[in-house]
């Protein structure tokens, strides 16, 4: 992947980020999150179609990380269009496939978040950045 498309891709997920944050979305940056963000991420990026991107959100704390992470990479390899919920070794988890507006937008956004905060919120707040409102 060129390194112009890598970069607009941080950039397009930190702005994800920092609209969540200004919406009062505490979201979780801790290594245990960290860690499955990244595994995750890196186990499904070839899932979504091309004119497609995936959100996933887990609801903190996360019970079981690496086996919810194996669990997560096979549900998401399967996931259907359509937004879809589980609940995955007791970590409750929400997804979406979010048509992309263009194809240097990240293919793969994934955010833990604190319960309290609505994980459909968060997966609008992701559809609304990837189609520029």
């Known amino acids: 992947m060129a390194e112009g498309l890598v970069s ?3 950039d397009a997920e930190k702005e994800v980020i920092r609209r969540l ?3 009062g979305v505490r979201l979780r940056f801790d290594r245990v ?3 499955l963000l990244n595994d995750v991420k ?3 990026a070839q899932t979504p179609p091309l004119d497609r991107s995936l959100a996933f959100t887990v609801t903190a704390p996360i019970w079981l990380p690496a086996k919810t992470i194996v669990a997560m990479q096979q549900w998401l390899e399967r996931l259907e ?4 919920s589980r609940l995955i070794n007791g970590n409750e988890i929400h997804a979406r496939m979010i048509r992309n507006s263009t194809p240097d937008m990240p293919r793969v956004l994934g955010f833990v978040h604190n319960p309290t905060s609505n994980p459909e919120h968060i997966l609008d707040v992701v559809e609304a950045c990837f189609q520029g409102k």
């Open 81 to 84: 269009p359509d937004a879809s």
């Open 8 to 10: 607009r891709a941080d």
């Open 21 to 23: 944050a200004a919406a």
């Open 33 to 35: 999150a960290k860690r």
């Open 42 to 44: 890196a186990g499904v």
